[in-house]
């Protein structure tokens, strides 16, 4: 059973200026079949606790947005289609390696503020492990979240997260957001983005928590279970267009999943490893 303490960092402010910019050019991959392999190594198991981390100032609203999102990966509700239904997508990767019964199971853990910005407003990669390391250290994620006016060095120039382990060091992922047409779901464009990052960033982490599960491309910057697929949300997507998704008729959001507390999310599609595509939720 292979547990780890893993690290993911989000940087907030600056996901609506380049990540739309980086998923059109990443999205030219879209017409060529893409090669996802399997390296032999452990898939994420067990009972593990998401711990959230919030560095700066979070508006309790805002909070409850990526604490609902994480409530709802393990909450089916009846409403359909639901981020539920999206996680269950991450269950085919088990079962094309044959293993054991997946008995992954995520639930909301410690919620920690860090409002007085302790380590300053100007972070270091080796300050974001410091964060990471106030929350569980056994069979726990602990994800740091970052204010718009928090910078974290060589992160939001090209990435705006990354994911780790406590053994093995970090890597680079390329996340997105969805294109400016588009309403966001919870009417808050920043942490609706937030979901997106904190979506693709789990998703690559159970399937390759230790950089020799799933991915496609070098080790040094692999693409993963979302991440391979970014800019697509919706069937018949393309570069610059997200796909054809769900629209609240009172607020005009687009969305592809319900989540608990009548939250709506814009999540990922999920490369599906059955099938070499990526599999949307609408």
């Given amino acids: 059973m292979a547990k780890a303490c893993v690290l993911l960092n989000l940087c907030l402010f600056i996901s609506l200026l380049h990540l739309s910019s980086a998923a059109r050019s990443l999205s030219t991959q879209d017409d060529q079949q893409l090669q996802f392999q399997y390296h032999k190594g452990p898939l994420l198991t067990g009972k593990i606790s998401v711990n959230l981390i919030w560095y700066g100032k979070f508006k309790p609203s805002q909070r409850a947005i990526i604490a609902d999102f994480i409530s709802s990966l393990s909450s089916p509700i009846k409403a359909q289609p639901s981020v539920a239904t999206w996680w269950k997508g991450t269950q085919k990767y088990y079962q094309r390696i044959k293993s054991p019964k997946n008995t992954l199971a995520l639930t909301l853990g410690a919620q920690l503020l860090d409002e007085k910005y302790s380590l300053g407003k100007s972070l270091t990669i080796n300050q974001i492990v410091k964060l990471a390391s106030k929350g569980a250290q056994r069979d726990a994620i602990n994800v740091v979240l970052t204010a718009a006016d928090v910078t974290v060095d060589g992160f939001c120039s090209s990435r705006c997260g990354t994911h780790g382990s406590s053994g093995s060091g ?85 969305y592809n999943a319900n989540g608990v507390n009548g939250k709506k999310y814009l999540l990922p599609a999920l490369f599906d490893p059955a099938t070499s595509a990526c599999s949307t939720l609408v």
């Avoid at 997105?176 to 979506?199: H, K, Q, R, T, Y």
């Avoid at 496609?216 to 949300?233: F, I, N, W």
């Fill in 170 to 254: 970090r890597k680079n992922l390329l996340t997105f957001g969805w294109s400016p047409p588009l309403v966001a779901p919870n009417n808050d464009v920043g942490l609706d983005g937030m979901v997106i990052n904190v979506a693709s960033l789990l998703a690559g982490t159970i399937t390759n928590p230790f950089g020799n599960g799933y991915f496609q491309g070098p080790k040094e910057a692999p693409l993963e279970a979302a991440s391979a697929c970014t800019g697509v949300y919706g069937k018949g997507a393309y570069p610059g267009y997200a796909g054809n998704l769900l629209v609240d008729p009172t607020t005009g959001a687009s």
